[in-house]
């Protein structure tokens, strides 16, 4: 691609070469036995790839998001789950410290997550507070100098290996009788924060997702994100941060749908029927031309959202259609990899239904494809089209 520069193709290659050793040869195994990608998780550390937006000042490796959009995406070609741990770990564990911390929080917190000694999470959804996250009913009741948090949030990816949590909770309202939500961070071992069991799930089998209960929790207001004076002004702070997150999962959708398209095109050229490999059946090649073009947009919508980002330029509708094209690219990709590849399809060891059940995902989490239309519409409407 022409924008692409040495420090992407670097870590394009990079990324290929590690993933080729670390996560390709387990993926099928992690995904069957939902065993964390530690050897992954070890591995990107070691190179300084659980870092690479943050700045080599809080020990990242100093580099952009398109970087760090690249990195999903290769990862995702060949495990969902570990790409999802990374791409929570980083935009939805280390950004908010990073964007939103005061000096000494960030360098309290953030050397350990950008260097892979530590992992983050990200605490917005609740039993009762999902896409509509201000219905939050978690609180946090100041006591002192502490905060005494009771509630819970749900399906946090790195729930139960995460260092700290960035989440939310109410802490009062305002005169007109909104809620007031407050950004903190609480961390690992603090009494009052409990685990709940790992949840069963329909793919991204190997990535922890846990509920996280608060009893009685008592965080220090040192934690609160940002500061005591940003108490109260947390929730625009998480929308903010899923804007960015938007965009890896944009690229994990884009990751898996080149996945597919790995497979099924050199299966597709040596599988024969009807005295020829099926590759020169039209009905066949529509498919494979298909995915291909789909994943070519895709590619260039995750991209270009990142670069808006990069240059600090607004990116928030961008990364909404970034992550809604890539996201339905990456199940119907998935999805049509299975059919040019029939029956082997289906089955566990071509890869491509697992592929398939790891791609649904990304059309939910960091809210849902209804979400992202809704976001991309309300932009139109109060923004115009932008040409
Ligand atoms: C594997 C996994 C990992 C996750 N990781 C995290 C994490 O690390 N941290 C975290 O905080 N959350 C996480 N989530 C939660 C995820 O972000 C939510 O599941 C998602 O935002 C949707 O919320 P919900 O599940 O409550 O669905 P709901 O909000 O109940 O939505 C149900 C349906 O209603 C639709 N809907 C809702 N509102 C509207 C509307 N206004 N217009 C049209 N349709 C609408 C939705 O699109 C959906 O189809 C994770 C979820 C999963 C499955």
Not at 307 to 333: C, H, I, N, W, Y
Request: hydrophobic share 40%; proline share 3%; net charge neutral.
């Amino acid at each position: 691609m022409l924008y692409l520069q040495e420090q992407h193709l670097m870590i394009r290659q990079t990324v290929r070469d590690v993933v080729a050793k670390v996560v390709a040869p387990k993926a099928r195994e992690i995904d069957e036995t939902c065993a964390f990608p530690w050897d992954a998780v070890k591995a990107l550390g070691e190179l300084g790839l659980l870092g690479v937006p943050v700045p080599e000042k809080y020990g990242g490796a100093g580099m952009d998001n398109l970087s760090n959009s690249i990195l999903i995406e290769e990862v995702a070609r060949h495990c969902g789950s570990t790409a999802l741990t990374i791409a929570a770990h980083v935009g939805l564990g280390t950004y908010p410290i990073l964007a939103f911390g005061t000096e000494e929080q960030k360098m309290r917190w953030i050397p350990q997550l950008a260097s892979g000694q530590a992992i983050g999470a990200f605490g917005l959804t609740e039993p009762d507070a999902g896409s509509d996250a201000q219905a939050t009913k978690t609180t946090a009741v100041r006591d002192g100098n502490e905060f005494v948090v009771n509630g819970a949030k749900m399906y946090c990816t790195n729930g139960s290996y995460a260092s700290t949590i960035v989440f939310t909770a109410v802490t009062g309202t305002d005169a007109a009788g909104r809620k007031q939500i407050t950004a903190f961070v609480v961390e690992k071992g603090t009494p009052g924060l409990v685990q709940g069991k790992l949840e069963k799930k329909l793919g991204m089998r190997a990535s922890d997702t846990r509920m996280i209960h608060f009893e009685d929790c008592r965080i220090p207001v040192a934690n609160v994100l940002g500061g005591e004076v940003q108490i109260g002004v947390g929730f625009k702070k998480f929308m903010q941060t899923l804007d960015g997150g938007r965009i890896s999962i944009g690229a994990l959708g884009l990751g898996i749908a080149q996945g597919a398209l790995d497979r099924a095109l050199p299966y597709a050229q040596q599988r024969r029927a009807f005295g020829g490999p099926i590759s020169d059946l039209q009905g066949v090649a529509f498919k494979l031309a298909d995915m291909a073009t789909w994943i070519e947009g895709a590619r260039h919508l995750v991209y270009h959202a990142a670069m808006l980002k990069d240059a600090d330029q607004p990116f928030a509708r961008q990364a909404s259609m970034a992550k809604l094209f890539a996201s339905e690219v990456g199940t119907k990709a998935s999805d049509m990899a299975i059919q040019v590849m029939g029956g082997y399809g289906f089955v566990r060891e071509y890869d491509v239904e697992r592929l398939y059940r790891d791609a649904k995902l990304c059309e939910i989490g960091e809210g849902t494809s209804e979400i992202q239309r809704m976001v991309i519409g309300r932009s139109l409407v109060k923004d115009g089209c932008g040409f």
